[in-house]
């Protein structure tokens, strides 16, 4: 874990959008990942994405379980608002505070065993409901957290660290999502494979 506080300053001539605010507005945490994880690129994409699309920090709600994926929402958006849940259980959470208060856009950060595994159930009845929300899923294959074993998702056929090759069909969360019964236009999914921590 670092204790070394980002600076506050600024270049003055760092690039601005139309709300004032700079990349670095869009910034938060420095990230505690593995160095080259896979998953400070989608922090970093979010930032950039969020800084582009000229979205005020204040009025996203972002959302995470347990795991490696979970801590990232530290990393971006730092003024915005953020809720680490339980293990599996942040579409629920989510849906809660959407009922709440549906002025909030709503990020919700999660990775292939919060999803796939322990929050399977969470994950289906979401996409059923076409909760409005954005779903970002952190897939690697694999438990970072624990160091190795095979998530749900991870391809049959691979292979960890100590030559274990995986016997198991993989969970397609994607799939899931596109055959769900009831998913409508409203419930934005995005699948991001980071495969460094294998």
């Not at 160095?35 to 922090?43: K, L, T, V």
Request: with cysteine; aromatic share 6%; hydrophobic share 35%.
């Amino acid at each position: 874990m670092t204790y070394l506080a980002k600076p506050r300053l600024h270049h003055p001539t760092l690039p601005a959008n139309k709300l004032g605010f700079t990349r670095r507005d869009y910034e938060g945490k420095i990230s505690t990942l593995c160095a080259g994880c896979g998953h400070d690129s989608i922090s970093a994409a979010l930032i950039q994405a969020c800084w582009e699309l000229e979205i005020e920090p204040h009025r996203v709600a972002k959302l995470s379980g347990i795991g490696c994926s979970s801590k990232t929402p530290d990393y971006f958006l730092g003024a915005s608002h953020g809720f680490n849940t339980v293990h599996g259980r942040m579409p629920s959470v989510l849906t809660g505070a959407n009922l709440a208060n549906r002025e909030l856009l709503y990020l919700g950060v999660s990775g292939d065993g919060d999803s796939a595994s322990i929050g399977l159930g969470q994950f289906a009845h979401a996409m059923r409901r076409g909760v409005n929300m954005t779903y970002i899923v952190e897939n690697n294959g694999v438990y970072g957290l624990t160091k190795g074993q095979f998530s749900a998702t991870a391809d049959q056929g691979s292979k960890s660290k100590k030559g274990v090759v995986n016997t198991d069909t993989a969970i397609d969360l994607v799939a899931m999502r596109c055959s769900s019964a009831r998913a409508t236009s409203r419930a934005a999914f995005r699948a991001t494979r980071s495969s460094s921590c294998r």
